[in-house]
T-cell receptor, first 109, second 110 residues
């Protein structure tokens, strides 16, 4: 069965420090992974997807099939990055997403 | 375009009461979803609808029913609410590989 694990419920860093939000998954098929973000008082929105290999708002994430990980990284955190971050796995022919438990990122001034 | 809309935004129920959460999207998407969000558990899929006229169970369907009324609307019904159903409920719709979420409904069952 598919599973997504985000081991940290809360991550607190100072502005300008590097950030890494961890995500590990288990899935027997070929994984398609995403990061979603929920800013305060806003709806959940897509941040990035592994297929695109893009950098959004300075964030990147690389799929490591050997370690079954999809960690989200940013070299220099900003206060506006404070939010709830969810890693998600696409499965069942793309019809379903399984989400991790989420990590709350707090960037202190 | 409004995207995905949900009503109501907040609701308080007593145990045993029933209610329907409404969701609509104006993006002409085929697939729609209902999730619940609980602290530390992320979002868990309750039901989804791959297309108009079809619905399927997700991870946590017990205590819920859904109706895909037409392409735009996908409602979630609680027939007899229980305190364990206190949660934030999100509706979503999907294009090729991105899900778009509504603002959520915060439900409290006393």
């Amino acid at each position: 069965a598919q599973r997504v694990t985000q081991p940290e419920k809360l991550l607190s860093v100072f502005k300008g420090a590097p950030v890494e939000l961890k995500c590990n998954y288990s899935y027997s098929g070929s994984p398609e992974l995403f990061w979603y973000v929920q800013y305060s008082r806003q709806r959940l929105q897509l941040l990035l997807r592994h297929i695109s290999r893009e950098s959004i708002k300075g964030f990147t994430a690389d799929l490591n099939k050997g370690e079954t990980s999809f960690h989200l990284k940013k070299p220099f955190a900003q206060e506006e990055d404070s939010a709830m971050y969810y890693c998600a796995l696409n499965h069942n022919a793309g019809n379903m997403l399984t989400f991790g438990g989420g990590t709350r990122l707090m960037v202190k001034p | 375009n409004a995207g995905v809309t949900q009503t109501p935004k907040f609701q308080v129920l007593k145990t045993g009461q029933s209610m329907t959460l409404q969701c609509a999207q104006d993006m002409n998407h085929n697939s729609m979803y209902w999730y619940r969000q609980d602290p530390g558990m992320g979002l868990r899929l309750i039901y989804y609808s791959a297309s108009e006229g079809t619905t399927d169970k997700g991870e946590v369907p017990n205590g819920y029913n859904v109706s895909r009324l037409n392409k735009r609307e996908f409602s979630l019904r609680l027939e007899s609410a229980a305190p364990s159903q206190t949660s934030v409920y999100f509706c979503a719709s999907r294009n090729y590989n991105e899900q778009f979420f509504g603002p959520g409904t915060r439900l409290t069952v006393l």
